[in-house]
């Protein structure tokens, strides 16, 4: 058996774990090239103990001599900073997650796949900011790009990739997420705290909020356009409050495939860590009857006016995505933080795309570019809706 060198950008996150989870339960098969972390030393430092990792790479640079001294007598390696973590992406693994949240991931992302191997993708603000930059990097390089994403793993696991032209439309469900039964009045209340506790997964804060808004499931149908090769109108998502469906693929017959299993993303870090093959997990088996019964409805565009705003910026195409996500990365971190109600994150990037329409990116510079700008508009906005 040939032993894969593996590299977990995001390690100490929800889905960095996770991964961890899953490569420790085999630790003949894998080997750990670098783990990455923002801030949680400890939590590294764990990590890479019992992984014996190569490489320890910690974000903040003022936490250098924490990390270092938390991995004394070890060989891993202790670097930090955030140019230390695009080196990371840099060391050629056989196989890298890219679990960084929000468009910090970018970089180390494109890195990864300029470098080659096997990229499992959770980052999807990244592939929403430059999607077709990093669809061409991929290609350039011969690196293969994996969906980590339960929905986009769920198509990926269905769809005839050498015959697309027989698939006429691709669905995502959506738990619909805390809110999904709230009045207008009740989700103009919502806390943080409540906004975070997800009905069926298990997440990090800002893709919990993104849950909430019904924006996570925009950000997908963008992600899904840069992963499948459909024009964006063959994109749908339908609400499913089990979470057990994950996705959908019309066939051209009238046959529609769908993935199932139970909310865990260990499922799909699974399929990527393995593809294209199959590996064991310790998810709980799919049990139907027991659920009884599985329920579809069509999200209310009143209350979640997020996926109304993604849509349309998937149609408009150009640097509207990248608008988008830099907006609402601005929004639900001053959500999260008490400064905005719930509404208004929404709201403010509503604004923001109101007022900012650039050019198309042509440069992983003009994504960045792009973001900064709408990040800046965001601020602006959120000033006068606090004053
Ligand atoms: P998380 O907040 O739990 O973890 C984020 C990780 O990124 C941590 O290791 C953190 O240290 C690191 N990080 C944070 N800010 C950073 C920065 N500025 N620079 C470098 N590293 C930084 O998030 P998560 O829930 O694991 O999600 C990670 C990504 O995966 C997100 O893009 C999310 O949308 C996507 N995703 C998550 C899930 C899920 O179930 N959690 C499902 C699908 C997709
Ligand atoms: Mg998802």
Not at 59 to 62: E, T
Not at 98 to 104: D, F, K, L
Not at 164 to 168: A, D, E, L, N
Not at 241 to 245: D, G, I, K, M, T
């Given at each position: 058996m040939t032993v894969r060198s593996i590299s977990i950008l995001?390690?100490?996150g929800s889905i960095g774990t996770s991964t961890l989870d899953l490569l420790e339960r085999e630790p003949d098969r894998f080997q750990v090239a670098a783990l990455t972390a923002q801030r949680d030393v400890d939590g590294l430092a764990q990590a890479a103990r019992r992984t014996r990792a190569k490489l320890a790479v910690i974000?903040?640079?003022?936490l250098y001599g924490p990390l270092k001294q938390a991995l004394a007598g070890t060989e891993t390696l202790v670097a930090a900073g955030e140019a230390a973590i695009v080196d990371a992406a840099a060391l050629g693994a056989d196989w890298t997650m890219?679990?960084?949240?929000?468009?910090?991931g970018l970089k180390p992302a494109m890195t990864a796949l300029n470098n080659g191997g096997t990229v499992a993708l959770a980052n999807k603000e990244s592939l929403v900011s430059a999607g077709t930059l990093m669809t061409g990097a991929a290609k350039a390089n011969g690196a293969t790009l994996l969906p980590v994403d339960s929905e986009h793993n769920a198509v990926f696991q269905c769809f005839d990739h050498a015959a697309?032209?027989?698939?006429?439309k691709v669905t995502l469900t959506a738990s619909g997420g805390p809110f999904r039964d709230w009045s207008i009045d009740a989700m103009r209340a919502a806390t943080p705290a409540q906004a975070v506790k997800h009905p069926t997964w298990s997440m990090g804060a800002k893709i919990s909020v993104d849950s909430a808004t019904l924006m996570n499931k925009g950000l997908e149908l963008i992600e899904a356009y840069h992963l499948f090769p459909l024009p964006p109108e063959a994109f749908d998502a339908i609400i499913h409050?089990?979470?057990?469906?994950h996705a959908l693929v019309d066939y051209i017959d009238g046959s529609v495939l769908a993935q199932l299993g139970t909310p865990d993303m260990r499922t799909p870090i699974a399929h990527c860590l393995a593809w294209p093959a199959r590996m064991a997990t310790p998810c709980r088996t799919l049990d139907l009857a027991a659920i009884g019964r599985l329920d579809f409805m069509a999200p209310d565009p009143e209350r979640f006016p997020a996926l109304g705003l993604a849509r349309a910026v998937l149609a408009a195409g150009g640097a509207r995505p990248a608008i988008l996500n830099g907006a609402n990365e601005v929004a639900v971190a001053a959500f999260l933080a008490g400064r905005i109600g719930f509404l208004d994150i929404a709201l403010i990037v509503q604004k923001v795309l109101d007022r900012y329409d650039p050019a198309a990116p042509a440069s992983l510079d003009d994504v960045f570019a792009i973001d900064a700008e709408a990040r800046r508009a965001a601020q602006a906005a959120m000033e006068i809706i606090t004053a």
């Open positions: 995001g390690a100490t974000g903040d640079a003022s890219a679990a960084i949240v929000g468009i910090a697309p032209g027989s698939i006429r409050p089990q979470s057990v469906v």
